[in-house]
Each structure stands twice: as C-alpha cells, then as structure tokens.
C-alpha cells in the first residue's frame, strides 16, 4: 500500500482539540463510567485514615470479598425478542413509590470521607427519588438531615444503646423529624475487628501523629476541608478516645434478644425493618413478632468475619417469608446495576447499596455522589433491556443462577 503524508483535512477530522476544563473534580468525575472507576478516583483524593475506615472491613476482610464474589458469580439467562424500548425502574417499597429500585444503605461518620457528609448524601438521593438512611452513627444530626432534603424520603437505623432511654429519645426525634421507617440493626453485639482502622490509629475525632500528618498533607483539599469546617464527629454522640469498633463494644447493648424486639415494635409506630440477620429462622421470628420487613446483610464485611455472602442466603429467607407480606432487602456487595439486579431476581423487594454510593461522595461530593447514582441507574437500565425485561416486576428467579 502506497504511504502518504496525512492531509490537514485528515488531521482536523481525526484529532479532537482538548476540551476546556469546567471544573477539574467534576470533569474526572464525569470521565468514570463504574463504580470502580470512582473508587480509583476517592482513593487519590482522601487520606488513607479515611479511605481506609469506609473501605476496608473486619478481620482478614473475607466477609467482604465474598459479598462482591457472589454477585459476580451469578448467571444471567437472557430472554429475546422482547420489546424493551422503554424501561420502568420504579417500585414500590413500604408502601411509598421509588423512583429506583435500590436506597442508601445507613453509614456512618461520611464527615470524615467529605466535609457534607449525610447533608449531600440524602440531597443526591432525594433528587434520584430514592430513600436514603441515616445511621445512629451519622456525622449530620437527624434535624439537619432532614433540614437538608425536606422532600426525601428518610429512614433511620437504630443501634440499641445499652442506655434505653437515650434511644427512646432518638426514635422520637426521627419520627418528629418525618423518618417513616427505623432499621433495628441486629449485628452488633460488639464491634468487629477493623484492622485497618487498628493500623492507622483510627480515632474519634480523628487525631494525627506527625507520619499521618505528613500523609494527610498530600490531600490538600480534603485537609483544607477539614481544617475549615466543624471536626467530623457523631452528631448522637459524645465524643469518644477511640475506634468506632471500641465504640460499639462500650456503648451498644450486647444482651440484645429477640424480646428487645417486641419491646421495641410496641414503641416505634412507624415501619420496622430488622437489619443485619442472614438466618432464615431469624428472619421468620422477626416477622413473627411485628417486624414488617428484613435487611439481608454482612454489614458490608465490617462485624462478623468468613460470614456467606448475603446474597446466597436471601432465596432461603425469601422463601420463608413468602406470603407473610414481609419485604426483603439486601445489601452487602453491591457494586453496580447488574448486582442490583440480580438481588432482585434471587428474590429481593429492594436493595440497599453503601459504599458503592460512598466511592461517589469521596470523589466529588454531592456531585459525585449523584454521578455513582447516575452510574448505578443506567446499568440498571442497560442490564434490563439485554435480559428482555422492561419493568422490575418482571424481573424473575428464572434470569438467573447463582454459580
């Protein structure tokens, strides 16, 4: 083939002239196309004390790994031939629409992954029509949360305090506060074994030594965020010289039983979900005595270590609770739409997504974080359409096998 120098024509045709930065965090948000992509993203832009607390897990973090390797395990048996021109992601979930069929997952102290913490999570949520949960644990009060989206739909999960009625007095200021649903979390007898936390002297508030110092140094804008706003603390709480694991040992009540549940379902009025059990048998009690749902979950990896993914165990609870009317969430693991989607074809109602959103919010804020909803909702979508499904109640057990 004869060779020739490239013509001007050719040239302007071929090579794109680079686009003027709008704003250097968005526009590398933006370029990320996964939830991967945001981690990479969060991992250069926040200290390794704070990425550390959000992203690592209990123990030799198994528990963790397995959440995410049983979503990858799944098999998708697409259906063709289907007209899946328009897609409807809406569902119902405690009696209230969603716009999608996936929340935010309760987690706390998201102050210290960026400076808006729960503030900018529940607005990304609200804007995407979507519920959002606020932990016991959370860096923003109940009051500001709620103060920050009056329009979101708003849950709240509890830790029973060994001070009962301190906890009293949470429920009634989230039921002031319009929270329509509380979370009993039930995996938390004391605090898992954090390792990362343990290596890098993970305080609350977080404090420094002089190596941590120079290392938070390379953050600038996070450090000059948190040098210039309030410290990152729990809101509920008062301050405390040490890890968050040493703080659930202390403060949360490890006599827990299923009779606190009774006593809990006569003082909340409101919807009642038991978070954090992955026994059938569990879930079938909790229902049996008032609870009108379940969360599936590992807690995200971060108590009980070498626990299964909570994603092989929901068939089994999904098929206990069959026709008591009971709702069945999961989370744990969720790293994109196609995760979601799967749960809800091994027989989720809803699913609750934490760190995935999490990622978001490290690599720009609000902004970010409504890009990982963004990212979230369109796999959904996507996946959907491939499968040969145009709406979420048409996706079913027979779309899937878990491997």
Known sequence: MKRQWPSPTFLRETLRPPRPSRHPVRDRVDRATSIEDLRDIARRRVPGVAYDYMDGAAGSELSMARGRQAFRDVHFHPRVLTDVSSIDLTTTIGGAPSALPFGIAPIGLTRLLHHEGEAAGVRAAAAAGIPFALSTMSSVSLEDVAAAAPGARRWFQLYLWKDRAASVELMSRASEQGYDTLLLAVDTPVGGHRRRDVHNGMTIPPSFGIRDA??????????????????????????????????????FDASLTFDDLTWLR??????????????????????????????????????????????????????????????????????????????????????????????????????????????????????????????????????????
């Open 214 to 251: 120079a290392r938070v140094a390379t953050r600038p804008v996070w450090l000059a965020n948190f040098l210039t706003t309030e410290p990152p603390a729990f809101a509920s709480l008062k301050s405390f010289p040490g890890s968050v694991s040493d703080l659930i040992t202390e403060m």
């Open 266 to 403: 006569s003082v909340w009025k409101g919807r009642l979900l038991v978070k954090g059990l992955q026994d059938p048998r569990d879930a079938r009690r909790a229902v049996g005595l008032g609870a009108d749902g379940v969360v599936v979950s590992s807690h995200g990896g971060r108590q009980l270590d070498r626990t299964t993914a909570p994603l092989r165990q929901l068939p089994a609870v999904r098929q206990v609770l069959d026709g008591t009317g009971a709702e069945v969430l999961v989370d744990s693991g969720v790293m994109s739409g196609a995760d979601i989607v799967a749960a809800l074809a091994l027989g989720a109602d809803f699913v609750l997504v934490g760190r995935a959103y999490l990622y978001g919010l490290m690599a720009g804020g609000e902004y970010g974080a409504t890009r990982a909803l963004t990212i979230l909702e369109d796999d959904i979508r996507r996946t959907m359409q491939l499968l040969g499904v145009a709406s979420v109640r048409e996706i079913t057990p027979d779309l899937v096998t878990l491997g």
